[in-house]
């Protein structure tokens, strides 16, 4: 079968030769990932657009199937693949938004990616390659996910995976962590690795003068120390030559300078967006206008890569904007700049970095309009990103109410308008945590008639939209579900091509039991996103429910091959195999998902069916009597353990069990089995009623037997 290997080793003639020392499949591609090349994804988008062309003449149904994973990684095959359908913000004039992208964006993005390539090597058919991926311990963490999840799905039979790093692990991306690049080294690869040695590369940018390195360069002329410095520039100055790095910094900084402006110069001359989000801002900001060119081409690249849900390098991009921008002469830059990190930084659940941002921006300006956002945006901190610990209804109470303060003393009445309606649509937030709703719907209607009044139809559409949206929410949460669903269709009239409406307005649908309807929804929301893990299952539950075992079986499937740890599906899929009696199917999901979470009382109450079905009565018993110690609510655990009451003869414990279940669920299947145990005590009357009930909704013919019995046996009872 073959592994996957991780190289480690400071120099990349190190990493070459201990690679050459593995019997390796033909190689797929080697690609650089040092982010600042291109920015997120740069081993990604170097994979497609080496494979791409191929890949797309040979399976042409790859580009609408993963053109959202495709243009994301790669916008170059912009025109090769559909477009990504655009959205109301995206549409937008003044570039404001009001939703973003889920974390878990970029996550769903590397599975679809690894798709595309596992696709394109099984239409390729001649046996496995290799895909060799170089400075990774410098990529972007939407890199360290692609790279985790090939390692994770690929089989080395298939690619094998050949991760190069610096000597050492990888550092993990700061804030939460969808997946482990470090931990899914250790696990799925071999490691070859070589002790560091004395003189690693490091940045170039803090190079003062000509004295590192001097005696490397000492006594060549002026022409060969250019050249050398300008091949260094070349490799966006992640070469590991130490020649060319001695002679760079051997440059006097105008001279360097002049090198980086010459440099972004020949990249814009390109014409390939990537660029801008790596090669181009870095070489704009070590370049001779870092002020100017360095922070306009910073803050582009921070927008992109906000507005795609590429956060950890939106907010790298704008902490380093803020750190060559002047503040004093362009502080509506330096807030854009800021405020899109402490934006990004919330994202990707880095809030306590995201406060320290706004702190900073209240101690310095004395602008109404920044504190007035700063309040707005530290109030989500505590409504919305802070953990439990954190979070703090009072405290966002206190800076909503001071954004709402400020946004009544603007002098514009539209913008005074829109800015109180948006901020009280926070405080509508808060009331919804703290279980209020009708005071949250209050606010927002409050809000929605308001903007109508003062504004004109078409003004501030996105916001006027966002709260109809979350209403939409409200209602759901409150049980207004005719209501929620008619907002939910309202926002999608105006703003059809957002995955998250269809999603939403799919679950509404299933409460009301309008399955088949939800089906199309949830099929829409995974046209218009890369695979999501939560459509499939909802998806899943659904057919289960209109009687499409097979369809919810796939659905479960695919939930699980994109996200292994997920319990329901594990549940579910468990639940699922018994009922097809694949016995030792249901056991490994039992199995794999009481590993993930110990004590979900729904997998013990399944691993004891599979017990019962096993023969283990006692064990059985064990697993149930756990389970309805965690939750004695569950009316499946008290049926099958009165079940098995039952048949080892204890009448009382079976009678005591099944009559919990009765009034817990209550549903024909568990009256039937009482019934049958009541008919067994003798208690004649009692397993009569029960035989009734089920004859009420089902046209059991055993039960109708057994009825005749239980009245003949009390019949014959009152007679004697």
């Not at 591609?29 to 791409?52: D, K, N, S």
């Not at 901020?423 to 919804?432: D, F, S």
């Amino acid at each position: 079968m073959g592994s996957h290997y991780w190289i480690s080793a400071d120099r990349r003639a190190d990493r070459d030769r201990l690679r050459a020392g593995i019997d390796l499949p033909p190689l797929l591609a080697r690609v650089e990932a040092h982010r600042r090349l291109r920015g997120p994804y740069t081993a990604a988008g170097a994979v497609l657009r080496a494979i791409g062309a191929d890949a797309l003449a040979r399976c042409p149904e790859l580009g609408p199937r993963h053109h959202i994973e495709i243009l994301t990684a790669a916008p170059e095959f912009e025109g090769a693949v559909p477009p990504i359908e655009s959205t109301l913000e995206q549409e937008s004039e003044s570039g404001a938004r009001t939703r973003y992208q889920a974390r878990l964006h970029t996550l769903r993005l590397a599975h679809g990616l690894a798709e595309f390539l596992r696709d394109y090597l099984t239409a390729l058919g001649d046996g496995p390659r290799t895909l060799v991926l170089e400075d990774v311990q410098e990529a972007d963490p939407t890199d360290h996910e692609f790279v985790a999840v090939l390692l994770q799905r690929l089989s080395p039979s298939q690619l094998t995976v050949v991760v190069g790093t610096a000597a050492g692990p990888p550092a993990e991306a700061p804030g939460p962590v969808s997946i482990s690049l470090p931990e899914t080294l250790r696990e799925r690869t071999v490691r070859v690795d070589e002790p560091a040695g004395p003189g690693a590369p490091g940045d170039p940018a803090d190079a003062e003068g000509s004295g590192s390195g001097g005696s490397l360069v000492e006594g060549l002329d002026e022409a060969t120390l250019g050249g050398l410095a300008r091949a260094y520039v070349a490799t966006e100055c992640t070469g590991d030559d130490p020649r060319q790095r001695a002679a760079y910094q051997s440059l006097s900084a105008a001279d360097r300078a002049a090198l980086h402006d010459e440099r972004r110069l020949a990249l814009l001359a390109r014409g390939e967006r990537s660029l801008l989000l790596g090669a181009v801002p870095y070489h704009a900001e070590q370049g001779g206008d870092p002020a100017g060119a360095g922070a306009a081409a910073l803050r582009e690249a921070q927008l992109y890569c906000k507005n795609l849900g590429l956060y950890h390098a939106a907010a790298e991009l704008g902490e380093r904007g803020r750190a060559v921008v002047d503040r004093a002469s362009r502080p509506e830059l330096w807030w854009d700049l800021t405020g899109d990190v402490t934006t990004s930084l919330s994202a990707i659940g880095r809030a306590e970095e995201a406060e320290a941002r706004y702190d900073e921006a209240r101690a310095i300006s004395t602008d109404p309009l920044i504190h007035m956002h700063a309040a707005y945006g530290t109030a989500m901190l505590f409504a919305r990103h802070y953990g439990d610990q954190r979070r703090d209804a009072k405290q966002a109470r206190r800076w909503l109410n001071q954004a709402v303060a400020i946004a009544s003393l603007l002098p514009d009445p539209k913008e005074r308008a829109f800015y109180s309606v948006f901020h009280r649509n926070g405080i509508a937030l808060v009331e919804t945590r703290e279980g209020r709703p009708e005071e949250a719907l209050r606010l927002l209607n409050e809000g929605m008639a308001r903007l109508d009044r003062e504004l004109e139809p078409g003004e501030q559409l996105l916001h006027r939209t966002g709260l109809r949206y979350n209403r939409a929410q409200v209602y759901g949460m409150s049980g207004r579900l005719e209501e929620a669903l008619a907002d939910y269709s309202s926002v999608i009239e105006v703003d059809p091509n957002f995955h998250d409406h269809y999603f939403n307005r799919g679950n509404v649908l299933r409460r009301l039991g309008r399955n088949k309807e939800a089906i199309e929804d949830y099929e829409r929301a995974l046209r218009l996103s890369p695979p999501f893990p939560e459509a499939y299952y909802n998806r899943g539950d659904a057919r289960l429910e209109l009687g499409d075992v097979d369809g919810a079986l796939a659905d479960f499937d695919r939930v699980l091959e994109l996200d292994p740890e997920h319990v329901d599906a594990r549940l579910n899929r468990a639940a699922l195999r018994c009922d097809l009696d694949d016995v030792d199917g249901a056991w490994a999901d039992v199995t794999a998902g009481l590993a993930y979470a110990p004590e979900n009382p729904h997998l013990l109450c399944v691993k004891g069916r599979i017990l019962v079905e096993r023969g283990e009565a006692a064990a059985a018993r064990e697993v149930l009597t756990a389970a309805l110690g965690i939750d004695d609510g569950l009316a499946e655990a008290w049926a099958i353990r009165g079940g098995l009451g039952y048949e080892s003869g204890d009448l009382v414990a079976a009678i005591s069990d099944l009559s919990r279940a009765v009034e817990l669920l209550g549903t024909p299947e568990i009256r039937y089995n009482r019934a049958m145990v009541y008919q067994a005590a003798g208690r004649f009357a009692e397993a009569a009623a029960d035989y009734r009930a089920v004859l009420e909704v089902t046209d059991d013919v055993d039960a109708t037997a057994r009825l005749a019995d239980c009245l003949r046996a009390t019949s014959t009872s009152a007679a004697v």
